[in-house]
């Protein structure tokens, strides 16, 4: 090879390379710079994940020991071929109850810095131990939970070589419970790797509800970002759960969580729908909102909203295409959900692109628990 051959065909590439590049940063420029991909999901310094963590949380996570009465495992509310949620309007309660708010799904629950619908965690540890407390949830006590998991040799010797504990700390069970939870994450759907420079990766429906999702639709004014919520509490007027007035026990719970969250005497007399945020703040304003939930891996996790009264996405989309609903809150529904007058055809490709927000299913096999035993005999 001669060497002005070789600066001719080294000028060749070193032209493709630019034209490969000036490409990808003009596809790059193309994406919508209100959204992202996931990257990977952030671990608190106090709480660094580990394999060994990771299989003790996810043992913990199916065992009904964590509950009040052993058989209320995490998994219960949260069911692996069930979207990891639960496919009902309002989740599953603690025997003898009911709960009173539909189940999230806990895929991506890593990325989020409100947990639970009126953002009553900050973290995925605070989650793990309200809802193994909560009173239609787990409804159990630490000190009885942690008093099982002592009679477990198997929990006994992962509770010290994870964390060094000479008995199992019921403590340490919601740290491994929540570095299990920061392992179910989903990053490589459609919309992830069309946003990462995939073009392929969307079919035509999904990029014009794309361009409807950012532009006429409105949706990514508050579902933005890698996580597709920017974690905001809003008023939506989505209907009453119907369950308050024809449901015993729904009535019972109703009437528990509003005082036990704490409302005057007139407000337990009168309401009739689920307050939200006003429990946390207690501000008026704040009557009738809930945080925005992710968009991703909805595929998988219907009925919608924080009670369940949106069966489908197609429900969903048409419910905000007409600019909301009404609920009992009224002065404070955000004036941000206003008719979109969108066509069939730009329904259709909502959805599309709705879909590309979730990949495969993520399934799991239940473990095997491990078994109870009587404590050793202390030795003299």
């Keep these: 090879m001669t060497p002005n051959l070789?600066?001719?065909?080294?000028?060749?590439?070193?032209?493709?390379?630019?034209?490969?590049?000036?490409?990808?940063?003009?596809?790059?420029?193309?994406?919508?710079?209100?959204?992202?991909?996931?990257?990977?999901?952030?671990?608190?310094?106090?709480?660094?994940?580990?394999?060994?963590?990771?299989?003790?949380?996810?043992?913990?996570?199916?065992?009904?020991?964590l509950s009040g009465n052993g058989a209320m495992p995490c998994s219960a509310c949260h069911i692996p071929d069930a979207g990891w949620d639960f496919p009902d309007k309002i989740s599953l309660g603690y025997?003898?109850?009911?709960?009173?708010?539909?189940?999230?799904?806990?895929?991506?629950?890593?990325y989020y810095g409100k947990l639970f619908w009126a953002g009553a965690s900050k973290s995925l540890e605070g989650q793990a131990r309200s809802a193994a407390r909560g009173g239609v949830a787990g409804n159990g006590e630490d000190d009885m939970m942690e008093a099982r998991l002592a009679f477990v040799p198997e929990y006994r010797r992962r509770f010290g070589e994870v964390f060094g504990d000479v008995w199992p700390n019921v403590r340490n069970a919601y740290m491994a419970i929540a570095a299990f939870q920061r392992t179910l994450v989903q990053t490589d759907t459609p919309f992830d790797n069309y946003m990462r420079g995939d073009d392929g990766a969307l079919s035509d429906a999904q990029k014009r509800g794309l361009d409807l999702f950012t532009g006429k639709a409105g949706c990514a004014r508050c579902h933005n970002g890698a996580l597709l919520s920017n974690?905001?509490?809003?008023?939506?007027?989505?209907?009453?759960?119907?369950?308050?007035?024809?449901?015993?026990?729904?009535?019972?719970?109703?009437?528990?969580?509003?005082?036990?969250?704490?409302?005057?005497?007139?407000?337990?007399?009168?309401?009739?729908?689920?307050?939200?945020?006003?429990?946390?703040?207690?501000?008026?304003?704040?009557?009738?909102?809930?945080?925005?939930?992710?968009?991703?891996?909805?595929?998988?996790?219907?009925?919608y909203m924080h009670n369940g009264m949106l069966e489908t996405l197609e429900d969903v989309i048409d419910f905000y295409d007409a600019g909301g609903g009404t609920n009992d809150f009224a002065?404070?529904?955000?004036?941000?959900?206003?008719?979109?007058?969108?066509?069939?055809?730009?329904?259709?490709?909502?959805?599309?692109?709705?879909?590309?927000?979730?990949?495969?299913?993520?399934v799991m096999d239940f473990p095997d628990i491990p078994p109870s035993e009587p404590l050793p005999a202390p030795s003299n």
């Design 95 to 110: 025997p003898g109850t009911t709960h009173w708010r539909n189940s999230q799904t806990i895929i991506n629950s890593a």
């Design 6 to 65: 070789l600066r001719t065909l080294t000028a060749a590439a070193l032209a493709a390379t630019s034209l490969v590049a000036m490409a990808t940063t003009a596809n790059a420029q193309e994406r919508p710079a209100m959204l992202a991909p996931l990257g990977p999901p952030p671990e608190p310094l106090d709480n660094p994940t580990t394999p060994e963590k990771v299989e003790l949380g996810k043992l913990l996570f199916f065992d009904g020991r």
């Design 331 to 362: 002065a404070t529904k955000t004036d941000l959900i206003q008719p979109l007058g969108l066509s069939d055809g730009e329904k259709a490709d909502l959805l599309a692109f709705i879909e590309s927000l979730s990949g495969e299913r993520m």
């Design 231 to 303: 974690e905001k509490y809003y008023n939506l007027g989505v209907p009453p759960y119907d369950g308050w007035e024809t449901d015993p026990f729904a009535q019972i719970t109703f009437r528990f969580e509003i005082y036990a969250k704490g409302v005057k005497q007139d407000m337990y007399r009168s309401l009739k729908d689920d307050p939200g945020l006003y429990f946390r703040t207690k501000q008026k304003d704040d009557m009738g909102k809930f945080r925005v939930p992710s968009l991703r891996y909805t595929k998988y996790t219907a009925p």
